[in-house]
């Protein structure tokens, strides 16, 4: 994965059917310095981002041929690149579905173009490590290695997309604290006034489905009624 | 029980059960159809036996006078006594009529009443005494037979008569028939009159109770199925079937039942469709206009660089784009209410919280319009709120009390008490009329169509309000008064689906006195 600081521009694979929205996307990307690449239909989907193996997928949620939830879906079974969905149907189940397929965000059209960049932004910009921060957080049975960006429970490493590391991280960096979902999205997905909740529930299901032993009764990402989540209390064995 | 008791209230039973008025009505008819015929029963029958009985007691008393006469006139003066010879008229007589039970018998003389013993005087109506005296012949008259002795008194008939003796001298005989044999035969015949009408009555009215029932029957299953139908069984159906009248109401309520599903489906058919179509624009519409509003903002972005044509074009591009899109951005919004699909997401919120944010944030639009805003709060106002839908309604009632309050003071109320908070949001501006009051709340309606919006409502943001305000199941009204400003006033129950019978807050505003309103 690239760093804060990356030395090309990060390549954005732009998926969608109407072609004028994905010029002009592709011109406001070029412009803030990115690298897009343009799909046009959801069968060739999978194949562009072989080709072009790109830092970033916008995906729109309705495309002719091959749904993008289903593209989405396909991108996650191989991959952990963030995902932004673009969607002109914010209310529906389509956000939910999309979510659940493993996408990391969306956003509504019809947007502004700052929003667009500043959600493109907080996918592409790692958390940078701060000085004081410990090599390794523990939370509930497992480990985090904050320089690897990897988390291991014993000896078994379990792959976690960067949204969920950093979910995961956001949580366990403040093991006392009861996070909000207002708070998470601000965290995490860098919103300011946003009250979206489905965001994080559906990334915490995502989450507990792999990080825990057994998601109907989570021990790691623990649900603290009436208020939202915290981290599990880290367990020092074996 | 007591639900019972009150069902079997005449009035009440009168008032809701038709074969109840049936079956009373036929009995009052019937009732006084038999006490006629009862009584012209009687009355003939009564009339005939009296009459058969005063016959026979008339001709039975003329040949025993007539017997006596000839006894009398006969008499030798010379050997007997006038007297003894009427004492043994009269005890003959006596006789006669003891023996078969069949009459007294009472001679008058000038000295004494001779006949049978124990008969009261008073059994002989001074009526038929001066009949009598006055003339000749024989009268009849009914009387009650009284005794001197111990003898139960008994009803009876008088016939009257005068023996007339040699010398001219008249002696009044008086034959008293009981009746009693005819009395009671005629209380058989009157109790035989009443049973028979008692009879009757109650068969009448079991076969006019049945008769209201088959005819109610298929009554009845038309009102259910009408019932069902307005309940919103389309699909039911009655059984067609019994006499031709009957056959006919179930025929023509399947009929209509059928043509009014038919119109339903086809009306909501339609109004999905539109629901559809509104949605699937709005929808539609949101990827070119992303496409637009990117181009814009590249414009925009670059407007220094153009000349000063260029430049505006592109400035007046972004602003109206905005207004574009919260138009599409409300459409939706109506068409999600209009497609039922507008759904609440509930939380406890305290509304004098949510609302103090609300109105900070607009403080510097209204400071911009000249308008001082205020908030008032008092009581508890905790409720259990959609608090995006509340942000909006007291967002666009104040956004509008801005717009139309020509820069005057603007006051936002927010009160709660047992059942319900309020919000009122008072302006001091134009105002409007009572008719005008009744169209606030209409999507796209202007108050005067030649004023702009100088904020950029959409036209529909009272319209989202009242919906908003329905969803959780309160009131939102307007008070308006031709440059006296105009108040609107948010009512929502403290727990969702809770009811209340006033708002906490006045609709109109206390310190004006005459009310023109509107309330939705």
């Known amino acids: 994965m690239s760093e804060g600081q990356r030395a090309t521009p990060a390549t954005i694979l732009v998926v969608d059917d109407d072609e004028a929205l994905a010029e002009m996307l592709q011109i406001v990307l070029r412009q803030e310095g990115f690298d897009p690449a343009l799909c046009h239909t959801g069968q060739h989907a999978l194949k562009a981002f072989h080709d072009h193996k790109p830092d970033l997928v916008l995906l729109d949620l309705m495309l002719p041929g091959r749904d993008g939830v289903d593209v989405c879906r396909d991108i996650r079974a191989e991959s952990g690149v963030p995902i932004i969905m673009l969607t002109a149907k914010s209310d529906t189940n389509d956000v939910v579905d999309g979510l659940e397929a493993g996408a990391d965000d969306y956003v509504a059209k019809p947007f502004k173009t700052q929003e667009l960049l500043a959600r493109i932004k907080t996918r592409l910009r790692r958390r940078p490590i701060a000085e004081d921060d410990a090599q390794t957080i523990g939370i509930g049975d497992l480990v985090i290695n904050v320089t690897e960006h990897t988390v291991r429970r014993g000896e078994e490493e379990i792959t976690l997309t960067p949204l969920e590391f950093d979910l995961l991280l956001a949580l366990a960096r403040r093991p006392k604290q009861a996070f909000t979902r207002e708070v998470l999205l601000e965290e995490v997905w860098g919103y300011r006034h946003a009250s979206d909740t489905r965001l994080v529930n559906v990334h915490v299901q995502r989450l507990r489905s792999k990080v825990e032993t057994d998601p109907e009764r989570p021990e790691i990402v623990v649900t603290v009624r009436g208020i939202g989540y915290r981290a599990g209390e880290p367990k020092t064995e074996g | 029980m007591k639900r019972w008791v009150a069902r079997l209230n005449p009035m009440r039973l009168w008032a809701r059960s038709l074969p109840f008025r049936v079956v009373l009505t036929t009995m009052s008819a019937s009732v006084i159809i038999l006490?006629?015929?009862g009584w012209f029963l009687l009355d003939q029958s009564s009339r005939g036996i009296i009459v058969g009985k005063t016959q026979t007691s008339v001709a039975e008393a003329s040949a025993v006078v007539t017997n006596m006469q000839r006894d009398l006139s006969t008499t030798d003066l010379r050997t007997t006594s006038l007297g003894e010879r009427i004492t043994r008229l009269g005890r003959d007589a006596t006789n006669r009529g003891q023996a078969g039970n069949q009459y007294f018998v009472v001679i008058e003389t000038p000295i004494s009443q001779i006949g049978s013993a124990g008969l009261a005087s008073a059994?002989?109506?001074?009526?038929?005494?001066?009949?009598?005296?006055?003339?000749?012949?024989?009268?009849?008259t009914p009387t009650l037979i009284s005794f001197t002795d111990n003898r139960a008194a008994e009803p009876g008939l008088v016939v009257a008569a005068k023996l007339i003796a040699p010398g001219r001298a008249t002696y009044p005989i008086y034959f008293l028939f009981p009746t009693t044999q005819e009395r009671q035969t005629l209380a058989v015949v009157q109790q035989a009159t009443l049973a028979t009408g008692v009879f009757l009555l109650a068969g009448i009215s079991v076969v006019v109770y049945l008769m209201t029932i088959q005819v109610l029957r298929p009554v009845r299953a038309a009102r259910l199925a009408a019932e069902r139908l307005a309940a919103g069984h389309l699909d039911d159906r009655m059984a067609v079937g019994g006499a031709e009248d009957l056959a006919g109401l179930a025929r023509s309520m399947n009929h209509m039942a059928t043509e009014l599903e038919h119109k339903i489906s086809e009306l909501e058919d339609l109004s999905t469709l539109q629901q559809r179509f509104v949605s699937d624009v709005s929808h539609e519409l949101r990827t070119p206009l992303t496409?637009?509003?990117?181009?814009?903002?590249?414009?925009?972005?670059?407007?220094?660089?153009?000349?000063t044509t260029s430049a505006r074009s592109a400035e007046l591009l972004s602003a109206e784009l905005d207004r574009f899109e919260s138009l599409l951005g409300?459409?939706?919004?109506?068409?999600?209410?209009?497609?039922?699909?507008a759904k609440l997401s509930l939380e406890v919120v305290d509304l004098r919280a949510l609302i103090g944010d609300e109105v900070e944030s607009l403080r510097p639009l209204a400071g911009r319009a000249g308008s001082e805003l205020t908030l008032v709060d008092d009581g508890n106002c905790m409720a259990e709120v959609d608090r995006r839908r509340i942000q909006r309604i007291v967002r666009n009632l104040v956004t509008n009390a801005i717009e139309h309050g020509e820069g005057k003071p603007i006051t936002v109320y927010v009160r709660g008490d047992v059942d319900a908070v309020a919000v009122a949001v008072r302006d001091r501006g134009v105002g409007f009329s009572v008719a005008e009051g009744n169209q606030v709340f209409n999507r796209f309606w202007r108050a005067d169509p030649s004023r702009g919006r100088r904020i950029g409502g959409t036209g529909l943001g009272l319209s989202i309000s009242l919906e908003d305000a329905r969803l959780h199941g309160g009131w939102l009204s307007a008070w308006g008064q031709p440059g006296g400003g105009a108040q609107f006033r948010l009512t929502v129950p403290r727990a969702s689906g809770g009811k209340f019978k006033r708002s906490p807050l006045p609709a109109i505003p206390p310190e004006m006195k005459e009310p023109p309103r509107a309330t939705h």
Do not use: C, K, N
């Open chain 2, 35 to 37: 006490v006629a015929t």
């Open chain 2, 123 to 140: 059994s002989i109506p001074e009526s038929i005494r001066a009949s009598v005296a006055s003339g000749d012949g024989l009268w009849s």
């Open chain 2, 291 to 307: 496409t637009i509003r990117m181009a814009s903002e590249v414009l925009y972005a670059h407007r220094e660089r153009f000349d």
């Open chain 2, 330 to 341: 409300d459409l939706l919004e109506i068409s999600r209410f209009d497609a039922g699909a």
